[in-house]
DNA sequence: CCGAATGTTGGAAGCGCTTCCAATGAGAGG
DNA sequence: CCTCTCATTGGAAGCGCTTCCAACATTCGG
């Protein structure tokens, strides 16, 4: 079908070296002379050689190979934008370090997730594993895969996650906060919190910052009541509905992220009410569901893109050992508060 | 960290044959005794075996590794849903075919793109590629992928690829047909349509589509106007703007696509005109999108997770031998049309 | 009952690469 | 001038698997 692809020994014999030093050459390796290192470079490009990952990873032990767990109700919602930001930003610096990278969307709820899990260790033999919420702070699955060899980097993880591996985030509780803020500043005193699914902690912080910002503006906790959702834009329509059909309606619906706030706008939609005049809606993580929805919505910007990155450099830097014994460490990124048009002055 | 994996040979020895006849068991290989077959499962399952991957694809020049390009301009709208449909349905056929799948979003306006589909053959030994539009037309593209030993499969190859390899779609001109006759029996007579990039033929036909229901009606090719977007959203709300803004705008705009239909959703919004009661809008694709926005979207289902698996079916087919030497074939899925409520009678 | 055909098994040679270790050459120190 | 280092290079042994081919066992037709 095709000419068949040039080895290293082609490129050994095209330069008069030893395979061991094409080797040296093309994983940078010290102890060779410039003049021998360039010669190898050409005969590399002259036959147009590229290394063969499979032999890699069968010789090296190594298959530098990374997975990346999304927790996901495959049927109910695919793949949202929450998960392919995520996707996309490890895939690029998984490129950029010469990494596979397969993602596995995994169901939050399923029986068999653990083994679910599990497996791209076994069968994939990944190196390492990137693990989203609830997923991030499941202490035991982590331990699960250590023991099977591989190293772990968390998205997000809000509590036990965050001494157990490495993890990137933004600062939910401040976010929480700060969206909160600019609500108050605004005028609103009623307030409705759709939060996630139990065990996302770090969305429970969000939380944790909204409660906190009430008490700084002196507001009773009484003031916002608290419905329970599980990130999907159908759970936000009804923990909306139910909520803006009470006679004293909030008139701020605070959503742990843009999905349920999406849906929340639907539910006020349906109602008739009209967005921001009589009730603002807030989302977060500023995926582009934010944007798309009418009015685009008021929400916290997370830059998912970059934590998805930043997990895959964690991870590299573990397989590759180079900071192997380093202690845990959390990578804390900005977040940032975008207003849109869902939120206005309280009415 | 943990016990070293067993390999063949750990098997071998267990159940007391040589390395070749387990091999043959794995691989469901013909002249094996049964006593023996269930011999070596047993063994296999007593020592929790795993064939590696990276031992397989080296001995057996396979690399079980099929690619999924997706066109994409990764900045301005990552992944959207429905690049995630495509590979999910992939990712599952994957994972029941035994294969890996490695999805490479690639700008469809970069310079470099060809080289950049071209390195999934020679960088990662992919032995196919699953080419989303614009690309599943791109004849040239699909000959380099076969010189460099790929497979090639196509999703919703719209005009060249019918005939150069592989496909799954759904059948776009009826698609498109069925989308404005559900207009056209609502009383509209003013239109408008927002078409995708050039060289995405799939979605050109949606267009004839329309354009046949047109005349079936009676109804003259100067009753639809025509802005050219490039599928993203914010091409949808400028489009749509400029249409909209006319003395005598369309009553029902046609999208090539749902984010697209969500940004006119947002400039028929942003006008103060009422939807549907002033203007219909519909999607094309039946994205989440289309339930997130308000209204939600009247739109054209497209079977895209099926799709995904169609292809990576077809790929394994060719890629395994099976299939070598029938001859290309386009399976063409049901489509459907969705009424939701973003379609009414005309004003 | 015999040779041929067919079914079943094992031996051994790689696939393309990394890596341990030995070998060589060349300055450095005495 | 002669060891002793250390930088540089090459030889060779695998990594875990597939597969070609030879060896042996069994079956069948005549």
Same mark, same amino acid.
């Given at each position: 079908m095709t000419a068949k692809k040039p080895t290293i020994d082609d490129v050994a014999r095209q330069s008069a070296v030893a395979r061991t030093t094409v080797s040296r050459v093309l994983n940078g390796g010290p102890n060779v002379r410039e003049e021998v290192r360039e010669r190898v470079w050409e005969a590399v490009r002259a036959l147009n050689y590229r290394v063969n990952p499979q032999a890699r990873s069968l010789a090296g032990g190594q298959s530098r190979t990374l997975a990346l767990i999304l927790a996901s109700d495959l049927e109910a919602q695919p793949n949202s934008f929450y998960a392919s930001a995520l996707e996309l930003g490890a895939l690029r610096e998984c490129l950029a370090l010469g990494f596979q990278l397969m993602a596995r969307p995994v169901p939050q709820d399923a029986p068999d997730r653990r083994r679910r899990v599990l497996e791209v260790m076994s069968v994939q033999r990944c190196q390492?594993?990137?693990?989203?919420?609830? =997923?991030? +702070? +499941?202490?035991?699955?982590? *331990? +699960?895969?250590?023991?099977?060899?591989?190293?772990?980097?968390?998205?997000?993880? @809000?509590?036990?996650?965050?001494?157990?591996? #490495? %993890?990137?985030? !933004? #600062? #939910?509780?401040? @976010?929480?906060?700060? !969206?909160?803020?600019?609500?108050? $500043?605004?005028?609103?005193?009623?307030?409705? =919190?759709?939060? @996630? !699914?139990?065990?996302?902690?770090?969305?429970? $912080?969000?939380? #944790?910052?909204?409660?906190?910002?009430?008490?700084?503006?002196?507001?009773?906790? *009484?003031?916002?009541?608290?419905?329970? %959702?599980?990130?999907? =834009?159908?759970?936000?329509?009804? $923990?909306?509905?139910?909520?803006?059909?009470?006679?004293?309606?909030p008139t701020a619906l605070i959503c742990a992220n843009d999905d349920m706030a999406a849906g929340a706008l639907s539910s006020a939609h349906a109602l008739g009410l009209d967005i921001p005049g009589q009730v603002s809606i807030t989302g977060f993580d500023d995926t582009p569901v934010s944007e798309i929805v009418w009015p685009p919505l008021s929400t916290v910007h997370q830059p998912l893109k970059d934590m998805g990155q930043a997990a895959v450099r964690a991870l590299a830097g573990r397989v590759s050992g180079a900071s192997r014994d380093a202690p845990w460490r959390f990578s804390s990124l900005p977040h940032q508060v975008v207003v849109r048009g869902s939120t206005r002055a309280a009415p």
């Open positions: 390492g594993v990137i693990l989203t919420p609830p =997923f991030a +702070d +499941d202490a035991s699955l982590i *331990e +699960d895969i250590r023991r099977e060899g591989g190293h772990v980097a968390l998205i997000s993880p @809000g509590g036990a996650g965050r001494n157990l591996a #490495d %993890g990137v985030g !933004i #600062d #939910d509780e401040a @976010g929480g906060h700060d !969206i909160a803020r600019h609500l108050i $500043q605004l005028g609103h005193r009623r307030f409705g =919190f759709i939060s @996630g !699914i139990v065990g996302h902690l770090s969305a429970e $912080q969000r939380f #944790d910052g909204l409660m906190r910002a009430l008490g700084e503006a002196g507001l009773a906790a *009484e003031s916002v009541q608290v419905a329970r %959702g599980d990130f999907t =834009f159908r759970s936000g329509i009804e $923990q909306a509905r139910r909520m803006l059909e009470q006679s004293s309606a």
